[in-house]
């Protein structure tokens, strides 16, 4: 199941032909990124402050179908999957109304800040990709259990 964040396009995240700027759409992303973090008991300060630990993007890819003017009403979804033991990506599809205007993809890597070498995802974030990856199997069961 995705996790959804609602936001409002600002008159400061578009451009001066009146639509969202490009690079902002990420920037609205990792909102959406940080409220999942917090919607699972993750302190932002202790997790994005205070960590020996940081998960950098490797990649990071946005696709638009429409553009977002100041005021849309957003509807971010987000889904990330382990894509390894120090990897994970987050896809995200950004809606107006029913209409899905953009979609994002941003792949993190964890590393040790000290030395930036790659290290093994903590178990913090191993139960975030846990949360999503069960809520997803739920999802699909019901789905499955409707269609018979």
């Known amino acids: 199941m995705p996790f959804t964040h609602h936001r409002t396009v600002h008159f400061s995240d578009t451009d001066a032909a009146g639509v969202v ?8 992303c990792h909102e959406a990124y940080e409220a999942s973090l917090q919607a699972n008991q993750i302190q932002l300060r202790e997790f994005f402050g205070n960590s020996p630990l940081a ?3 490797l990649h990071a890819n946005v696709d638009f179908f429409r553009p977002m003017y100041c005021g849309d009403d957003l509807l971010i979804k987000m889904i990330p999957q ?6 994970f990506e987050i896809s995200y599809e950004i809606l107006v109304g029913d209409m899905v205007v953009s979609k994002a993809l941003t792949r993190h890597v964890c590393i040790d800040i000290a030395t930036r070498t790659k290290q093994e995802l903590p178990e ?8 999503f990856r069960r809520g997803r ?12």
């Not at 700027?21 to 609205?28: D, E, G, K, P, W």
């Not at 913090?124 to 949360?131: A, F, P, Q, R």
């Open 124 to 131: 913090i974030i191993l139960n975030w990709l846990e949360n």
């Open 137 to 148: 199997e739920n999802f699909e069961r019901d789905k499955s259990r409707r269609i018979m």
């Open 55 to 57: 998960f950098p993007i």
């Open 82 to 87: 382990q894509l390894g033991r120090d990897k």
């Open 21 to 28: 700027y490009f690079a902002n759409v990420l920037s609205i």
